[in-house]
């Protein structure tokens, strides 16, 4: 089968490689229909994924077929169309149970798919541990609608969930890519009185304010966040701040724009350490919660895909073959072609 591998650092390639087989009484192998491409694949490509395995096939976020499960998978069969979640995790263990399902202890609990097992960006995906990582799409629910559920949908879910969000508050999104808009999806479903994005690019600018007319959009580079942050909310900054960017500029920006007593959810994957100025921020008091995402509410995710209260289908703006990856991965490192999601079809 093609798979799209990463050899070194700066170096991903499309070559042939053995189909997978089931290795485990607990996994099922999918047969791909659509995979995407993710920031966090850059991130690998760029070396900044440390945890990444020269010669695996990368690729975390994907949807197909069911072909050939393992003996102990009762939740799918062959045949079900399925979306795959971007974390391993055994169900079994004290996080996995408490639903931190990121920090399985697990060998290859965590990110495992794409990074330091096989993924999706190929004709064909072994899955562990498939009665957690594979959910049921219903027949009203397209690939494309399904697409994100396991990755980026996830995250944004995640990330309205433990920001605790009430609808008496000023929320503040920093990014407005991929992540950044399924966030605020995930975020508009709690109704909070206001929303903020952050975004510098003149292009999800737009994005944002052709599909989501209702939320407050600000850029950076013309006006001063902080300031702007509390001239729009209630109480001197926002009552809760999602950090969906990742760059040392919107680390520091995501604490300053947060009220005393703020909630910080940090979303970002960053390629550097940032820091903490504990003495500039004392006194306010503020809940960090941070750490990568805990994708365990895939279906009720899919449930509101199938409601439409969640579509995140205008996010695909570029659909490729699996042959013509290395022309898409061009494409949306670069941000060429106002590019949001590229869709793989193998």
């Not at 009762?74 to 639903?99: A, I, L």
């Not at 805990?294 to 042959?323: A, M, N, V, W, Y």
Request: aromatic share 6%; proline share 5%.
């Amino acid at each position: 089968m093609l798979a799209y591998t990463y050899k070194k650092q700066g170096e991903f390639v499309l070559e042939e490689k053995e189909k997978p087989t089931l290795q485990h009484d607990q996994d099922a192998i999918v047969r791909v229909t659509m995979a995407s491409i993710c920031s966090s694949d850059l991130h690998i490509k760029h070396g900044a994924v440390p945890r990444a395995v020269p010669g695996i096939t990368v690729g975390h976020e994907m949807v197909g077929i069911v072909e050939e499960t393992g003996s102990k998978v009762t939740k799918v069969r062959p045949g079900d169309r399925v979306t795959v979640n971007v974390e391993t995790f055994c169900g079994e263990c004290f996080f996995c149970k408490n639903g931190f399902v990121n920090n399985c202890i697990d060998k290859n609990g965590g990110w495992a798919l794409g990074c330091r097992i096989d993924g999706g960006q190929a004709e064909y995906v072994r899955v562990p541990y498939a009665n957690q990582g594979l959910n049921k799409i219903a027949d009203s629910i397209s690939d494309e609608e399904a697409l994100f559920v396991g990755d980026v949908l996830a995250t944004g879910f995640w990330a309205a969930k433990i920001s605790e969000i009430r609808e008496e508050d000023t929320v503040l999104i920093i990014g407005g890519g991929p992540t950044g808009i399924c966030t605020l999806l995930c975020v508009m479903l709690k109704q909070p009185k206001r929303i903020i994005l952050c975004e510098v690019d003149p292009e999800r600018i737009a994005f944002v304010r052709n599909h989501y007319p209702d939320v407050i959009v600000v850029n950076p580079e013309e006006t001063d966040v902080e300031t702007f942050v509390k001239q729009n909310s209630d109480h001197g900054g926002a009552d809760r701040v999602l950090e969906v960017a990742g760059s040392p500029h919107t680390f520091e920006l995501a604490w300053r724009a947060a009220r005393p007593n703020a909630i910080v959810t940090v979303v970002a994957l960053y390629e550097e350490n940032q820091s903490l100025p504990l003495p500039q921020m004392y006194g306010k008091n503020l809940v960090f919660k941070t750490g990568g995402v805990d994708g365990c509410d895939c279906d009720e995710i899919l449930r509101l895909i199938e409601q439409k209260k969640i579509d995140t289908t205008p996010l695909i703006t570029h659909t490729f073959s699996l042959k013509e990856i290395e022309q898409a991965y061009e494409i949306f490192e670069n941000r060429k072609e106002q590019v949001i999601k590229i869709a793989i079809r193998p």
